[in-house]
């Protein structure tokens, strides 16, 4: 058996690195992916759904549309995995309602993967990203990522990182202006420094005055 007949999946078919396309990631697609870290990457279901999970919400992202906490997407996702996985168990059963659940579960295959929040109409506001989560919420995900969804995340992409430009800027500026002012310390040292030499030398021009002044007594 060849490699690839061998990394084919029962009811999905092929695996695959990474989620491609123009759409809101498929459950087919999600899948493919899943499948691709844990029988070639060797990852975990785990590990590799929180791997898909990260590639599903960038796409989300990009479309602006509001989605549901990561660990709920990976709920979800591990839940789509069990369905394959009793199918797959009871691949052998010849009862027509397991036949019947694998056309089902075949069908649904290219549906949206959804993960949007529950309140997703509510939260956004442009009329034309409402009508394209509705599109693709339809059979086989209708309408495709434009090209200005992507310039706007692009272009807020930019606008974050000028943003952080200018706050380090003006961190180097704050450093560079706290690094030319004389700190506090040095003028009370050196203050107290020139006083201690002014004292000793009082006492040394007092010393030679005392020993002048001194009367020696004659020997007898």
Not at 61 to 81: D, G, I, Q, S, V
Not at 146 to 164: I, P, Y
Not at 168 to 184: C, G, L, S, V
Not at 201 to 208: K, L, M, R, T, V
């Amino acid at each position: 058996m060849d490699l690839r007949n061998k990394n084919k999946i029962f009811l999905v078919g092929s695996i695959n690195l990474s989620i491609l396309g123009s759409k809101l990631p498929s459950n087919k697609q999600v899948l493919q992916v899943l499948f691709f870290n844990i029988r070639v990457v060797k990852l975990s279901v785990c590990e590799s759904a929180n791997l898909v999970i990260r590639e599903v919400l960038i796409f989300w992202e990009k479309a602006r549309l509001p989605t549901k906490e990561k660990h709920h997407c990976t709920k979800k996702l591990h839940k789509l995995y069990d369905v394959w996985r009793f199918l797959q168990k009871n691949n052998k059963k010849s009862v027509d309602s397991y036949r019947e659940k694998e056309k089902a579960f075949v069908k649904n295959l290219d549906n949206l993967f959804d993960v949007a929040h529950a309140d997703v109409m509510k939260l956004v506001k442009i009329e034309e990203d409402r009508l394209f989560l509705l599109g693709q919420r339809q059979q086989g995900r209708v309408g495709y990522l434009g090209s200005v969804d992507f310039n706007l995340c692009q272009a807020e992409e930019k606008r974050q990182k000028r943003q952080k430009r200018r706050h380090d800027e003006a961190e180097r500026r704050e450093r560079n202006i706290a690094e030319q002012k004389i700190q506090p310390g040095e003028i009370s040292f050196s203050s107290i420094s020139d006083d201690s030499n002014e004292v000793d030398s009082d006492q040394a021009e007092a010393i030679p005055s005392l020993k002048k002044s001194r009367v020696v007594k004659p020997q007898c």
